[in-house]
């Protein structure tokens, strides 16, 4: 692990909401241009473990380093790191109210200081990537579920940022659109960013982790390769998740 | 193994078009319906016509008051006390100014919907009440200075409410943010304001401005009346637009918030880009009612001294040779407080429509 440079590292985290304890000593280390897909019951903790790494969730105890920078409590450090980690969610949250280039433009001019112009340039050219350039002038209302979503994945990529985190991206998606928006983030994976996914699409696993981890209750129960994760469960909660997914 | 073809799109059956059908749909379509709709008839039957004959038919429209013959209307009184209807007391030779004002109000608003520029539009918002107050105030450019004791009619009504409207628009957003704010100290003042101004009437707000607030300062400062009913109503509306915009924040799904932050924008820029425009769009028909409903308020400035063009008919009715025209004058004033509201409220549609991004 030493000769890869290490890009997110969570060290003891815990967190509560209240006096319910939702992550139970979180200890995770990944490497530039791993592809990690965490899975799990819903409740196990694992959207609030991600939601962690760019601070949209405080942590109560431990430590989480980004890149090589501490994420603390703190305005400058949370928009520092906030700049280099996207993140694509479940309901796409694009601006309603605002063209798709519009959304893609606004944060590259305004948190990134990136010329107009050229931010522009760069937003057609993801939208290409995503397949999609044809839409630019419309509002996010107008496409569907799995249009919306890879501009979703555009919109963060403007940014150019070293980590993506995907939250449940298919599980909002009516079942025909699904493969588009997986398509797009296995050319992603394919291109070496670093990537952290919520999701429950297996065969997304299989094709694409370098790692599976199973998270119940707060807690990391498993983690192993695609291969023996699936093939080779070890915990008896594992298998009974793996049978009751894969039954259906 | 049955296989199923496309089906044609067909029109829908001529049944359900024209005017016999809506009528019929509309109208009279059972028994009940149709008494309420003829009995709704037999109301305006009654209403309209006497209306239309004393506004209309039957009113002096011309001449003096020696030659007036007719039962009706006597519009004469409104033709012959026009000017200080509008203009209060501010001198005739000075009219244009008002005047003009009025014109580019017009021209401001009509054109707005049409510039995309937002650095056009940032100039014009910042320069449009400089440009007026100097107009109508005088005192600068060689204009002869006109004291606001000489400001009244539909004029000073008119500029209660746009400075009370356009003043009170950020202080409202900025107490919204405030009531959600992280911060104690912050939400505790903002909510204090707010709920202390809505607990309290406007006549009261305007007492306090006119007698209390001078308490504040030296005795050497003479501070004006009008500024004073401004202050006044500018922080009433504030607290009543903050209530409107809280709404509107409130609507806002999490997940924006969220997605602001993701990308790194900062807690303004996000607030400025991403929330405040959705939010305030949502906010559009309670805002224009709120600024109607702050409109018609502004006639309460009477109470303290002030003309406004209410004030200005119930002063004229007084004139001695111009005695039991209060039905002519107030209905005239009706007439006006209706077209101004009703624009309003229109206006108001238009940029909804405008903003839509649904289609």
Redesign the interface.
Known sequence: MSEQEIMISMKDVNKWYGDFHVLKDINLTIKKGEKVVICGPSGSGKSTTIRCL???EKFQQGQIHINGTELIDD?KIV?HI??Q???V?Q?F?????LSVLENLV??PT???KVPRKEAIKNAMYYLERVKIADQANK?P??LSGGQQQRVAIA??LC?NPEIMLFDEPTSALDPEMVSEVLDVMVELADEGITMICVTHEMGFAKKVADRVIFMDAGQIIEENDPHSFFDNPQSDRLKLFLEQILSH | MPVYTMKETKPAPSTSKGVVFWLRENLFPDIKNSLLTLTGFYFLYLAIPPLLTWMIFDATWSGTQEEIVNEGARWIFIIEKFDQFIYGFYPESLHWRPNLVLLITVLFLGSFKFVGNIKVKIVAILTYPFICFVLISGGWFGLETVGTEKWGGLMLTLVVAAVGIIASFPIGIVLALGRQSDMPIVKTLCIGFIEFIRGVPLITILFMASVVLPLFFSDGIDFDKLLRALIGITLFQAAYIAEVVRGGLQAI?K??Y?????????YW?GMI??IL??AL?ISIPNLVGSFISLFKDTTLVLIIGLFDILAMVTLTNSDTLWLGYEIEGYVFVTFIYWVICFSMSQYSKSIERK?N???
Do not use: D
Not at chain 1, 93 to 97: D, Q, S, T, W
């Open positions: 760019n601070h949209l305005v928009r906030r700049s980690v996207g993140m969610f309901h949250n694009l601006f309603p109210h606004l944060a305004w948190v990134h509002y209302n107008q919109r963060c940014i | 799904p997940g924006q969220e997605a602001a932050k993701s990308l790194g924008l900062g820029q880009f991403i425009p959705q769009k903003f991004t649904e289609h």
